[in-house]
């Protein structure tokens, strides 16, 4: 397949981008998708309530009272689970892994499915280089503005989350230079991951034929 190639100022040049179908030609699944997405929301899990157990409480150490002929109900510990201040049954622990093991290739169809459906969508944009030398706001919401004028785009909004400006490689200044607009956010494909497909309504990819190369190299690693 191939893919028109737009400059930072929304111009169309002359040149395609040979795109391949196992990328930007695979069927959407549904399925897979929801499991990889749910295993890596799960491994970036770090639960942090904790309670304590019977075993980990203060006092306790002998037993309330007698056995037998008070007449009141048998203890064995105040740190009993059904004592006020004793421990906590079943509560939760900051100790409890919820990770879960998910293949490397489910991770990498999975995202080629992502990007394929955004691709048929109309919000992948295929962009040949991004410049910003003084490394200003203002010139990444020129770009932004840009772009946004390309027919047959979906557009970038100004919600959140509205644009991945995807890069081969990604240069200082261009990265501050977007470092203040909310709505976008700039990486490297190498970094690029299910999450972040899914998070962004947009996928702008930018020095195109690399971003290629690295993506298709993924499957192969």
Not at 164 to 174: C, N, R
Request: aromatic content about 8%.
């Amino acid at each position: 397949m191939e893919a028109k190639i737009y400059n930072q100022t929304g111009k169309e040049e002359s040149q395609t981008a040979e795109i391949p179908d196992k990328v930007f030609g695979v069927k959407w699944n549904a399925e897979l998708v929801h499991q990889v997405f749910v295993s890596m929301m799960a491994n970036k899990r770090k639960p942090i309530a904790h309670t304590k157990t019977r075993g980990e409480v203060s006092g306790g150490g002998r037993k309330p009272w007698q056995q037998k002929g008070t007449g009141r109900a048998r203890h064995g510990s105040i740190r009993s689970p059904i004592w006020v201040g004793g421990g906590v049954a079943h509560g939760p622990r900051n100790d409890k892994s919820y990770g879960r093991k998910v293949n490397k290739k489910m991770k990498i169809k999975a995202l080629y499915s992502v990007i394929s459906k955004k691709f048929n969508d109309g919000q992948v944009l295929m962009v040949s280089d991004i410049n910003l030398p003084s490394a200003k706001t203002k010139d990444a919401v020129e770009v932004i503005s840009a772009l946004s004028k390309i027919k047959g785009f979906s557009g970038l909004s100004k919600k959140q989350n509205a644009a991945y400006f995807v890069f081969s490689e990604l240069k200082p200044e261009t990265k501050r230079g977007f470092g203040n607009i909310n709505s976008a956010k700039v990486d490297e494909v190498r970094n690029l991951n299910l999450l972040d497909a899914l998070n962004y309504q947009n996928l702008i990819f930018v020095q195109p034929n690399e971003c290629v190369k690295v993506l298709e190299n993924r499957m192969t690693k």
